[in-house]
């Protein structure tokens, strides 16, 4: 089967850092994404990784572990602007390019 | 440059009717991506095309629903006979390519579907 998992919320304080952790058990794996959705808006791309190790990106770094089955998504110096829902996604692989979401992790950024 | 645009933004119709949605994806991408997005969660997989080619449909729910890319760019997400348990936001997405961070899926506003 396939499944992924995320916390369902998490609290952070303006200017903190934060780690939004994804578990996943996929039939296939090629690659990892993580996606920032606000509030009735679109998802938007944040991050790739397809090798284990971390990929930086400004303030936002993400994290894989293949053989444990682990990515993790961390966001420095938060601003208010950061609240939003957080996705995980896999690509299965194989013939297929689909993405399996997480349910997502609402992340509420408090002054 | 625009982004993926979809009309119609909101739907509302009656239990039983038919319903188009349609795509239109970043000008080139290769691949077109429908999901399916209930309040709250991840988006769920539909179906995906690569050109005008269906690559897989494992996700749509049952026969009423089908999907075309006939000239490989626009595409019409269709769903028959509507049922109430059809509301939900149908989104779609389009990537440059296939493989690598080119798989990167853009996504478009969505189109909210209500059936009455």
């Known amino acids: 089967g396939q499944n992924i998992d995320q916390p369902t919320e998490m609290t952070a304080t303006e200017g903190a850092i934060v780690q939004i952790n994804c578990t996943y058990q996929?039939?296939?794996?090629?690659?990892l994404f993580w996606y920032q959705q606000h509030a009735g808006e679109a998802p938007t791309f944040l991050s790739y990784?397809?090798?284990?190790g971390l990929e930086e990106k400004g303030r936002f770094s993400s994290f894989l572990s293949r053989s444990k089955g682990y990515s993790y998504l961390l966001l420095k110096e938060l601003q208010m602007k950061d609240s939003a829902s957080y996705l995980c996604a896999v690509r299965a692989g194989g013939a297929t390019n689909k993405l399996i979401f997480g349910t997502g992790t609402l992340l509420a950024v408090q002054p | 440059g625009a982004g993926v645009s979809q009309s119609p933004r909101y739907k509302v119709t009656k239990r039983g009717q038919d319903v188009a949605l349609r795509c239109d994806p970043i000008s080139g991408h290769v691949s077109l991506y429908w999901y399916r997005q209930a309040l709250g969660q991840g988006p769920e997989f539909l179906t995906y095309?690569?050109?005008?080619?269906?690559?897989?449909k494992s996700g749509l729910p049952n026969d009423r629903f089908s999907a075309e890319r006939p000239e490989g760019s626009i595409s019409t997400l269709t769903i028959q006979r509507t049922e109430q348990r059809d509301s939900a936001m149908y989104r779609c997405?389009?990537?440059?390519?296939?493989?690598?961070?080119?798989?990167?899926?853009?996504f478009g506003p969505g189109t909210r579907l209500t059936v009455l």
């Open positions: 990784n397809v090798l284990d």
């Open positions: 996929t039939s296939g794996f090629n690659g």
């Open positions: 095309f690569n050109y005008e080619a269906q690559q897989d």
């Open positions: 997405a389009s990537s440059p390519g296939t493989s690598g961070p080119r798989s990167e899926q853009f």
